[in-house]
């Protein structure tokens, strides 16, 4: 999510003439419209989706761009921002990984107790995107946007987690079924 995120930022930070971001927002909308009447479907896709996007961009963005940012050489010597700096961005990175891993079981086993696990992650991962976030406006101004647009989504992502009739009833209870269309008329 982090790294979707970033995509967006440097999109919009690029002078192109091509649209492709609004295009692959067109396609997520697309999938998402499409297996809306299936358990996975609908927001909780988007979810998956964009979780499973997101760790792939994240793993290319950290070793394509960001893996000289992860080593003391380049802080010259100011060994408190290198710590500051890695307190504000691996602890979001690693409850990424884990968040996939919880996430994955999930899908897989489609039990309650991994929803109640999934959320206690998307919680840690909101606060460990606070406390970066703190650390950010005192040392790293520059990372103040980029940080918001990580820690928004997981603040959403909780309510939906906490929220969704779906979650509740394809996780739960084992009962989803979709409305049919001549209920609905």
Not at 106 to 133: I, P, Q, Y
Request: contains cysteine; glycine residues 4%.
């Amino acid at each position: 999510m982090h790294i979707v995120c970033a995509l967006i930022v440097f999109a919009a930070d690029q002078h192109t003439t091509t649209p492709t971001l609004p295009m692959g927002w067109l396609v997520m909308w697309w999938l998402c419209n499409r297996t809306k009447k299936k358990p996975i479907g609908g927001w909780l896709a988007y979810y998956y989706y964009q979780l499973y996007f997101g760790v792939i961009v994240s793993i290319a963005m950290v070793a394509a761009l960001n893996i000289h940012s992860y080593v003391p050489e380049n802080f010259s010597g100011q060994s408190k921002l290198f710590y500051l700096f890695l307190l504000s961005a691996l602890p979001g990175l690693l409850l990424l990984f884990f968040e996939v891993a919880t996430a994955s079981y999930l899908l897989a086993l489609k039990t309650w107790d991994l929803v109640v696990l999934l959320r206690r992650v998307l919680v840690a991962s909101a606060l460990a995107e606070a406390v970066g976030l703190i650390v950010d406006a005192k040392y790293f101004p520059d990372n103040i946007a980029l940080g918001m647009l990580s820690f928004v989504p997981h603040l959403l992502w909780i309510g939906y987690f906490y929220r969704s009739e779906r979650v509740k009833r394809v996780f739960k209870t084992h009962d989803w079924q979709p409305i049919p269309r001549a209920a609905l008329v």
